[in-house]
């Protein structure tokens, strides 16, 4: 499956954004979907994921209450809502898809990746 993120873009702190992630294929129903992020200089670190059954989602803890994770399966859709950005947050997003469940913070148990989408939070 390929998937495409996109809905980046130049923020000021504070505000919002929400990010899209699509794919090529009606298959995206039966895997977990991931976002991380990766800013200069830094490793890859998770920041939410949400089970392929739509039922349950996960967050890193420095994201929670502020990002939401959602899908639309018919539409092979995935959203990262992010709210009350911080100039912290600023990265490129990566949305990630795997078909194992568990785990879900693990960049290396995702199996296909999408190209990142820059997000930048100015102060």
């Known amino acids: 499956v390929q998937l495409q993120a996109s809905g980046g873009g130049l923020v000021q702190a504070g505000g919002s954004l929400r990010l899209s992630c699509a794919a090529s294929e009606r298959t995206l129903s039966r895997y977990d979907v991931g976002w991380f992020r990766q800013a200069p200089g830094k490793e890859r670190e998770f920041v939410g994921a949400?089970?392929?059954?739509?039922?349950?989602?996960y967050y890193a803890d420095s994201m929670k209450g502020r990002f939401t994770v959602s899908r639309d399966n018919a539409e092979k859709m995935v959203y990262l809502q992010m709210n009350s950005l911080k100039p912290e947050d600023t990265a490129v997003y990566y949305c990630?898809?795997?078909?194992?469940?568990?785990?879900?913070?693990?960049?290396?148990?995702?199996?296909?990746w999408g190209q990142g989408t820059q997000v930048t939070v100015s102060s």
């Open positions: 949400i089970t392929w059954n739509d039922r349950t989602t």
């Open positions: 990630a898809a795997k078909w194992n469940a568990g785990d879900y913070g693990a960049a290396s148990q995702y199996n296909y």
